[in-house]
């Protein structure tokens, strides 16, 4: 999806994105908090989620402090670039999103209630911006697995526009779309807040609560 925002930021178009490279940035094997691994193969009974809802070292923690997530990473989605590093998803010209990948055990804990955190977790009505966050890789984003994700996140939508509009906040500007490509970020962005504390976390809601399915 490809919209201009409040803010006039755009999304390249894919003749215009950088070239990137062939070989994948350098990750760790585990991940700093919970052991797991941060990389597939993961276990049969896990499934994976995606999600964009401004910088990815908030975003990254509030997931892996949920029950019946198995393993998370951050990196890149949403663009064309391959395997893009920090610095190049920063200028905008990838047309990457920072995201959190999400390895979780759907029997303990349902896809839903994974969008309740993602949407009570951030503003999704800000365009290519959270908060003081600017930029096309900041903006509010889903990036489904399969049909099934793909109608619980756009019922999920519809549900949170209803509560939002209801207290006077605008449009949702949420990017719905399938996964195409998962790129790890850096090592040193991966669990960043694991590591430090007491480090940058630009992560806020509205304080609105998303009714679950």
């Known amino acids: 999806m490809s919209f201009r925002d409040p803010l006039g930021l755009q999304l390249p178009e894919e003749g215009s994105t950088l070239p990137g490279r062939e070989n994948a940035i350098m990750t760790p094997e585990l991940h700093y908090v919970l052991g797991t691994p941060i990389c597939p193969p993961f276990p049969e009974d896990v499934e994976l989620a995606v999600f964009g809802l401004g910088c990815f070292w908030g975003a990254e923690r509030a997931f892996w402090q949920l029950n019946g997530v198995h393993s998370t990473a951050v990196g890149y989605a949403g663009g064309h ?17 920072e995201v959190v ?84 970020a850096e090592e040193y962005h991966q669990q960043y807040l694991g590591k430090n504390p007491n480090g940058y976390c630009g992560l806020g809601g509205v304080g609105v609560e998303c009714p679950l399915l």
């Open 101 to 184: 990948l999400v390895a979780f055990h759907p029997s303990t804990i349902r896809y839903s209630e994974l969008l309740k955190v993602f949407w009570e977790s951030h503003d999704p009505t800000q365009g290519m911006r959270q908060g003081n966050d600017i930029g096309t890789q900041y903006r509010s984003g889903i990036y489904w697995y399969g049909e099934d994700q793909m109608n619980e996140a756009a019922q999920s939508q519809k549900r949170y526009q209803s509560e939002l509009t209801n207290i006077g906040f605008g449009e949702i500007t949420t990017e719905i779309a399938p996964i195409s490509d998962f790129y790890y």
């Open 81 to 97: 670039t391959p395997n893009p590093t920090y610095q190049e998803v920063c200028t905008g010209m990838t047309g990457h999103n």
